[in-house]
C-alpha cells in the first residue's frame, strides 16, 4: 500500500495538483482532521479492494493512491480527476466543513472511480457516466458495510450521511 496524502492549502487551481506532501505511507499523523481520515479512510478502502477482491490498488498494479485535502476555498465536493482524489473542505452553507475527508463512504466513492477507469474505462457522459457513479456509489456503501461489519439490512445506504448542514443526508 502505497498512501499519499497532499494539502492545497485551499487554492482553486488544478494545475497546482497535487499541493504540498504531508503524510505518506508509514508516516505520522499530521494532526491536519483531513489529511489524517484521508490518509485512514484510504487504507480501508485499499484493504477492502485487496481482501474481497485481491485488487493491488486502483489499477491493480500497485500505484500510489494520491489524495489532495483543502482543494479550494469553501469547496463543496470531493472527485476523481482521472490520477487522483481531491477533497474540498465544504463551506459550512450545504456541506459540513471538513465532512468530506471524514466520510469513509465518500472516499470509497471517489477511490471507486479510479478503479473503474483502470478496468472498464467507462467514458463520464451519458449513460455511461451514469453507470460509473452508480458503481461508485454502491462500492462507497459496501467499503463502509465491510469495514463497520454491517448487515445490508442495518446499512443506511445513503452516501455522505450527515455531510448536508440542513440534515437531509
Not at 487504507?43 to 479550494?72: C, Q, T, W
Request: hydrophobic share 30%; proline share 1%; aromatic share 10%.
Amino acid at each position: 500500500m502505497r498512501r499519499e496524502i497532499y494539502d492545497m492549502q485551499n487554492s482553486q487551481t488544478q494545475t497546482e495538483l497535487p499541493g504540498k506532501l504531508v503524510r505518506q505511507e508509514s508516516g505520522d499523523e499530521t494532526g491536519d482532521f483531513d489529511g489524517d481520515n484521508v490518509y485512514n479512510n484510504t487504507g480501508s478502502v485499499h484493504e477492502f479492494y485487496k481482501k474481497i477482491f485481491n485488487r493491488n490498488s486502483l489499477d491493480n498494479h500497485g500505484m500510489p493512491m494520491v489524495s489532495s485535502v483543502h482543494f479550494a476555498r469553501d469547496f463543496d465536493n470531493a472527485f476523481w480527476n482521472g490520477r487522483q482524489m481531491v477533497y474540498g473542505d465544504g463551506d459550512d452553507v450545504d456541506f459540513k466543513k471538513h465532512k468530506l475527508a471524514e466520510l469513509l463512504d465518500v472516499t470509497g466513492h471517489e477511490m471507486t472511480h479510479g478503479v473503474t477507469n483502470h478496468t472498464s474505462n467507462l467514458d463520464y457522459v451519458g449513460e455511461s457516466g451514469g453507470l460509473n457513479e452508480s458503481m461508485s456509489d454502491c462500492f462507497g456503501i459496501m467499503i463502509s458495510q465491510w469495514v463497520s461489519n454491517q448487515t445490508v439490512d442495518a446499512a443506511h445506504w445513503l452516501i455522505g450521511e450527515g455531510l448536508m448542514t440542513d440534515g437531509k443526508a
